[in-house]
């Protein structure tokens, strides 16, 4: 299998979200993010959170949005929407009081849910 | 599979190895050339650094012309154009000096959670200013970085240098990808204009410097795309997306959500008069008037943004044409600001591919006229309608106006996407009319043997053409794009932000418990900003055009005593003062007598950089 095709098969993976497992996952991320940021304050465990973070919630909104791209632009078009999401959702923390950590974290959870809801509208939507 | 696709595709994987290897030595022999004091990026840069870069940039250009997947041509083109513009970042110890450091100032205190409500930290007076100052890109840019930061877990300051290069070398690529793939249904032309916007000097600083206006140029160009698509289709989704990139220009910087707004306007007419039948002349009158209106939106959208902005004096003003002489008034609407102390391979390197796109751009206008089936046809017009808007908008800020709240010239990077198909599109058309030549003129697959059979004159004929396809081409194109570079980032600029001036700010932040006010120069309080923020009560360092700051430094190179020092602490409502001297701003004589008289009269606090740096203190 070469990597191409093992991405895709990832991709899928998380597409499918069986049993709201890389829901559930996402949401653990941003709970690991918001102890790292409380407690260790450890880059090593940012970068990877981080990683984990972009490439589920990227993949949703990638599907959500440009299913029909090829794989390369429908990832790359997914993190966009993805940054672009938290900005924008962490622009309206920053005008109305501020951005700390509880702020931050609150802003992750609404970016992962409202990400796998629209993953979610767009299966539904295929499945009919 | 053949043995001859498989010996090509065992080249193809040799040559993308060592386009990695090239590059990554690139990127090894960038590193190496950090430097924490020098003016400009060329004093630094390691000399091995530029060969290297062309080199890989010919090899990138050679593979293009290859059937490689796209994807892998475009990650390959994402890391050359991620290197390019990160000269800035990487070389000097907190990136260019201008702009961004004073937007990192503002978005530290984001960061610290130091202000409520995002920037500005004062009250504005009337809503409607208030509503400006909240949709300013500041704040939107200080939720990237700040979120950026959080969940890295790293300073703001490493996060905020990094942030432009990289989604800009990552994001605008693609854009110029689907852009021109939009136009041309020809991937190997859209490979190849993501690698062109190199050519482009403007795209390259502003895509090498973190400034709210930068992130609104890469929204600006994914919002080209959408309208670009929106043109021949009917589709919910892409008219979805039209409007929430433009609004995403618009949150990060006025200028590029006026102009993705302004061509977004157009599009429509556009889309509305190629949908009448009949496209009589009224039809005509009322597409030049709906150009004339888009046009003119920047322009008017600047006076009126008195409303938001009180302090605002932008104006239209005819004061150029009496002050000025009519050659320098006829260089500015021909040339812009590169008619001031540039040489002409600098104006060359500017003006060769907008001029470039906007020949090509006519010739295929000329072209569809003539075949009206042609695939160019939906898009040219509106293209070369949108190159000619920034042309126009550009004189009028240029010339007939005055008081603007940014340089003119920041229009030049909307022209330069425009054009960046068009640049691609001829350098294709070109490279195809050789290869078509060969294969109607010669065998499709030449041996040594059969050139033997062709005459000597003929031999060498098809020798040059076959060595300028698979040599001399990457290796010009490649030479164009690292020479560019060369344009792209300034030759002449003041002292960057030294090591020493990091290091002193930082001790200073490090080694003090209570509340305190630092007195230094224009670079010190950029420095500061940098690492503790603007204005911050508990380590006040003086805003860069604060006129008390500025008088107090001036009065303390004058008569460096404790009294300056207790002004300060008691206008500040601190309780230590610091008192920042730098050799290389000063100079040496000025330096020198300035340490020496306030050795006399101050503590010494820390000298850094070899003496090149020296702080006094006073406490309450």
């Given at each position: 299998m070469d990597l191409s095709s093992r991405f895709d098969r990832i991709e899928e993976l998380i597409v499918r979200d069986e049993r709201c497992a890389f829901t559930l996952a996402s949401l653990v991320i941003v709970c690991t993010i918001f102890a790292n940021l409380s407690e260790v304050q450890s880059p090593v465990i940012g970068a990877i959170t981080f990683f984990f973070y972009f490439s589920i919630n990227g993949v949703f909104l990638g599907h959500a949005f440009f299913e029909k791209e090829t794989a390369f632009f429908r990832r790359t078009f997914g993190f966009l929407l993805l940054i672009m999401l938290l900005s924008f959702v962490g622009w309206l923390a920053v005008v109305i009081y501020n951005l700390d950590v509880i702020r931050l974290t609150l802003v992750l959870l609404m970016v992962a849910t409202l990400s796998s809801l629209l993953n979610r509208r767009v299966k539904s939507k295929n499945a009919t | 599979m053949p043995h001859d696709t498989q010996g090509f595709i065992k080249l193809l994987r040799v040559s993308e190895m060592l386009y990695a290897l090239l590059l990554g030595f690139s990127c090894y022999l960038l590193f190496i050339s950090r430097?924490?004091?020098?003016?400009?990026i060329w004093e630094a840069l390691h000399p091995a650094f530029i060969p290297t870069l062309f080199v890989a940039t010919s090899l990138l250009l050679a593979i293009q012309f290859?059937?490689?997947k796209v994807a892998y041509k475009l990650l390959f083109i994402i890391a050359h154009s991620v290197l390019v513009h990160s000269f800035f970042s990487v070389i000097f110890p907190a990136g260019d000096l201008s702009g961004q450091q004073i937007y990192l100032g503002r978005i530290r205190l984001v960061y610290d959670n130091?202000?409520?409500?995002?920037?500005?930290?004062w009250s504005v007076e009337t809503v409607q200013s208030q509503i400006f100052r909240r949709f300013g890109g500041i704040n939107f840019q200080a939720a990237v970085s700040v979120i950026f930061a959080r969940m890295l877990s790293v300073d703001i300051f490493w996060v905020h240098l990094a942030l432009v290069p990289i989604l800009w070398g990552i994001f605008t690529p693609i854009a110029a990808y689907l852009t021109t793939y939009t136009l041309s249904q020809n991937e190997k032309v859209s490979v190849l204009s993501s690698l062109f916007l190199s050519v482009f000097p403007y795209v390259t600083y502003f895509g090498a410097i973190s400034v709210p206006n930068s992130l609104g140029y890469i929204f600006f160009f994914y919002s080209l795309y959408f309208i670009l698509r929106n043109l021949n289709s009917n589709d919910s989704e892409t008219k979805f997306l039209m409007l929430v990139f433009s609004f995403f220009a618009l949150l990060s910087h006025y200028l590029t959500g006026v102009i993705s707004f302004s061509l977004l306007f157009l599009s429509l007419v556009f889309k509305s008069y190629r949908g009448e039948k009949s496209q009589a002349i009224s039809a005509k009158v009322s597409l030049v008037i709906a150009f004339l209106f888009c046009a003119s939106l920047l322009p008017l959208s600047l006076i009126y943004l008195r409303f938001f902005r009180p302090s605002t004096t932008t104006a239209f003003t005819l004061e150029r044409f009496n002050e000025l002489p009519i050659e320098e008034t006829i260089g500015l609407a021909l040339l812009g600001d590169l008619t001031?102390?540039?040489h002409l391979e600098t104006i060359l390197l500017f003006v060769s591919g907008p001029t470039l796109a906007f020949a090509y751009n006519i010739y295929l206008l000329y072209k569809t006229k003539k075949n009206?089936?042609?695939?160019?046809r939906t898009y040219t017009p509106f293209l070369f309608a949108a190159f000619l808007m920034m042309l126009i908008d550009y004189r009028i800020l240029k010339l007939f106006m005055e008081g603007l709240p940014f340089n003119e010239e920041r229009l030049w990077v909307f022209r330069d996407f425009v054009a960046v198909p068009f640049v691609a599109l001829a350098v294709y058309g070109a490279i195809s009319s050789i290869n078509v030549f060969l294969k109607t003129h010669y065998p499709p697959t030449i041996s040594p043997a059969d050139l033997k059979a062709l005459s000597r004159r003929n031999a060498l004929h098809v020798l040059t053409l076959l060595l300028a396809l698979t040599v001399l081409i990457p290796m010009a194109l490649g030479g164009w794009i690292t020479y560019s570079l060369r344009a792209a980032y300034p030759r002449i600029a003041p002292l960057q932000t030294t090591w020493y001036e990091l290091e002193a700010v930082k001790h200073i932040e490090e080694n003090t418990e209570e509340k305190y006010v630092v007195i230094g120069d224009v670079w010190t309080i950029f420095v500061g900003e940098m690492i503790v923020g603007i204005n911050n009560p508990s380590a006040y360092y003086f805003g860069e055009y604060n006129k008390t700051g500025y008088d107090l430094f001036y009065n303390m190179t004058q008569d460096p005593s404790p009294q300056w020092m207790l002004q300060a602490m008691n206008y500040t409502d601190t309780t230590t003062a610091y008192f920042i001297v730098t050799e290389p701003r000063l100079g040496t004589e000025e330096y020198n007598r300035i340490v020496t008289e306030a050795r006399t009269r101050l503590p010494v606090y820390g000298v850094f950089g070899e003496g090149k740096l020296h702080i006094f203190y006073y406490k309450k």
């Open positions: - | 430097t924490g004091e020098a003016h400009t290859t059937s490689e130091a202000v409520l409500h995002g920037w500005p930290s001031y102390s540039f009206p089936n042609a695939k160019f």
